[in-house]
């Protein structure tokens, strides 16, 4: 299964250091072009990124990579909620005998990454569902965590490009405690894809609007 796909910010940068995001300066012209319709942020949480994958029969899980080396405290989580038998059953409930299914979600806590302690145990929050190669549709993803019995990551902001960049330039407070979020991912109201079939979707991290 594949590795999630990279994710483009809105703005491009400035080239003297610090780099600053030149607002209005879009780093790509399907951003330009679809910059007025309503983008769904969910919050970007700092994390590893772990996929589960379902191929009508087995559950496994992995990395970033299929040679990404995960935590042994966060293998034990996924060991947890997708291993064994009754895990297996409520995958071919949720999915029957379909394969190549993806979850693609964040696996995150204390020693997961550098200030990881601030969300507290270690755990997998869900943010992306693929099956074959269909993205899923935001209602779809939140009704599979809430079969599956796992989170999924939090709606912060609903609004335009400009209004997202708006909101993240004074930072945010994260859903998983008093702290700083990292940022929000942001994709169309609709799934959108380029003309070369890539996903349009965006990110805004709080840290690179310098204050």
């Known amino acids: 299964m594949k590795k999630y796909h990279k994710i483009r910010t809105v703005w491009k940068r400035g080239t003297e250091k610090p780099c600053k995001m030149i607002v209005g300066d879009f780093a790509l012209p399907e951003f330009e072009m679809l910059k007025d319709l309503k983008w769904i942020g969910t919050e970007k949480v700092d994390g590893t990124n772990v996929r589960i994958m379902w191929d009508g029969d087995k559950v496994k899980f992995g990395g970033k990579t299929d040679n990404a080396q995960m935590p042994l405290n966060l293998i034990e989580k996924l060991q947890e909620l997708f291993g064994g038998e009754a895990n297996e059953q409520l995958f071919e409930q949720t999915f029957s005998d379909e394969g190549g299914v993806c979850l693609y979600g964040e696996g995150y806590g204390a020693k997961i990454q550098k200030g990881g302690g ?9 943010f992306d569902v693929k099956i074959g190669n269909t993205w899923l549709q935001r209602k779809d993803v939140e009704d599979i965590a809430k079969k599956l019995g796992i989170d999924v990551v939090p709606i912060i902001i609903e609004g335009t490009l ?3 960049s708006d909101f993240i330039k004074n930072g945010f407070i994260s859903t998983w405690g008093n702290f700083e979020a990292e940022g929000i991912v942001a994709t169309p109201e609709v799934t959108l894809l380029d003309n070369r079939g890539n996903r349009i979707i965006t990110k805004l991290k709080c840290k690179d609007f310098i204050k």
């Open 162 to 164: 400009l209004e997202l």
């Open 118 to 126: 601030n969300y507290g145990d270690v755990n997998f929050v869900l």
